[in-house]
């Protein structure tokens, strides 16, 4: 490319630095005289979520995977191309990241009434949020501070080196927040996000053989007869699963509600040692993150409320600055050419 027709683009970038550098504010596209930003992220998430309430899960895990690698820059969002064949998408920590096709269909809908102006990164914030008040009825809710911008970089292996494995022991747990200033709490928080989505076999596959004290062995009975097909997912949360699981689960609670409600009954399972991941059953073998897990159990409103405060302290992680080119993109799984 020519240097001439490179400068405007070289401009606009060192603008986006600046602005990314000020702290994310609620309303932030209001301010900008574009009000109309926030409920229209809103009315395609509730859209798609009427028709495939599955998709609400996949919003609030591409959040997460979002902003913990390198900060909320959107850079999981993009797609392999030949000058960046190995994005984050492709990380095998990445494992079953879905619903980029409602991010992208959002960004059409924003670029059409407010072209060049809202992140791809505000947008998946945005949409994690209002997945999170749909799938809870509205109990969890909260504001989402914005004006943050979209990276350039989007490496696998950050991906790889940054999520933390389902394998995870405690420590490692702990380590792997505490990287990201969150704290023992804030994980026990967090991980409650495992009452709704589902998950691939090689996520799980290793409690087929857990020993006894890790996993209730009929619920580890009913995940061995699932895994006889490798290709089925396993809900998360033992209240979403088939008849025939529960049956084999020895899961007698009756849930006629619908599917991936977004309450702390990821707490009653993990006490009672039904959770999927051996990164929920080792939230058990710390005695203040035991403490926690049963407290969140037995209080459903402030689990609502502090996953709340925990989302929008994770929406708060930035890019460091300076490092790496930012910019508002036109399509969310590629970057704008210059
Ligand atoms: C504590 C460390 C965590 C580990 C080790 C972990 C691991 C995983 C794994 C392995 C899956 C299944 C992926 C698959 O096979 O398709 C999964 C799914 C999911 N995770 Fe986590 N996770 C963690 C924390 C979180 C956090 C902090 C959130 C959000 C706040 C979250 C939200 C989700 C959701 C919603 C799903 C279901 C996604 C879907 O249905 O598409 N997880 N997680
Ligand atoms: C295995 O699971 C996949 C995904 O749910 C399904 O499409 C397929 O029919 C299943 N195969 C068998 C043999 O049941
Ligand atoms: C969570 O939601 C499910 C589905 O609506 C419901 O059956 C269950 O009672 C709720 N759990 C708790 C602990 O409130």
Known sequence: MKLNAALPVLVATLLAIATQSAALKVGYYNDKKCAGVEPIVRDEVYKTLNYDRSKG???????????????????????????????????????????????????????????????CADILAFAARDATRYLSDGHIDYAVPSGRLDSVVSRAKDADDTLPSSTASFPDLKKNFGKKGFDVEELVVLSGAHSIGVAHYPSFKDRLAAP???????????????????????????????????????????????????????????????????????????????????????KPKEWDSDFADALVKLGKLLPAEGKGLLEIRKKCSAVNTY
Not at 104 to 117: M, N, T
């Open 57 to 119: 899960a996949a919003l609030v895990r591409l959040f997460f995977h979002d902003c913990w690698v390198k900060g909320c820059d959107a850079s999981v969002l993009l797609n392999p191309s030949s000058k960046n064949p190995y994005p984050e998408k492709v990380a095998g920590s990445n494992i079953g990241l879905r619903a980029f096709d409602v991010i992208d269909k959002i960004k059409a809908r924003l670029e059409a009434v407010y072209p060049g102006v809202v992140s």
């Open 212 to 298: 006894g004290n890790e996993i209730d062995a009929k619920y580890q009975l009913a995940l061995r007869n699932a895994a006889k097909n490798k290709s089925r997912t396993v809900a998360n949360d033992i209240r979403d699963e088939s008849y025939a699981f529960k049956r084999d689960a020895g899961y007698y609670t009756v849930v006629t509600g619908r599917k991936d409600y977004l309450n702390n009954t990821y707490y009653h399972n993990a006490m009672d040692n039904r959770v999927l991941f051996k990164s929920d059953w080792v939230l058990r073998t710390d005695a203040f993150a035991l403490s926690k897990l049963k407290e969140y159990r037995d």
